[in-house]
Nanobody
Framework: QVQLVESGGGLVQAGGSLRLSCAAS????????MGWFRQAPGKEREIVAS???????YYANSVKGRFTISRDNARDTIDLQMNSLKPEDTAVYYC?????????WGQGTQVTVSS
């Protein structure tokens, strides 16, 4: 089991930036697949970005070129740097972890982008 705690959400104007962080504990972090998901009101949860234990990253088309995912295996953390934010990025952002699939989730952090 992995415990995940997100931080860094908030309110920002369109075009601004935010950095989300996720701290993990309870399992060997370096072996985990890590990801960021988001869920907007009335919509299904969707993947935003992921990073494998070897550092290979994936991005949803909607955030490619604007968001950057990174991991620090020494600190057991992942970050999501979000630039050029748009109102449609408004959602609750969740950190997730697992070996093959995501079976551990954080409590979520709200990101609101005003126009």
């Amino acid at each position: 089991q992995v415990q995940l705690v997100e931080s860094g959400g908030g309110l920002v104007q369109a075009g601004g930036s935010l950095r989300l962080s996720c701290a993990a504990s309870g399992r060997t972090f370096s072996s985990l697949l890590m990801g960021w998901f988001r869920q907007a009101p009335g919509k299904e949860r969707e993947i935003v970005a992921s990073i494998t234990n070897s550092g290979v990253s994936y991005y949803a088309n909607s955030v490619k070129g604007r968001f950057t995912i990174s991991r620090d295996n020494a600190r057991d953390t992942i970050d999501l740097q979000m630039n050029s934010l748009k109102p449609e990025d408004t959602a609750v952002y969740y950190c997730a972890a697992g070996r093959i699939s995501y079976d551990n989730w954080g409590q979520g952090t709200q990101v609101t982008v005003s126009s």
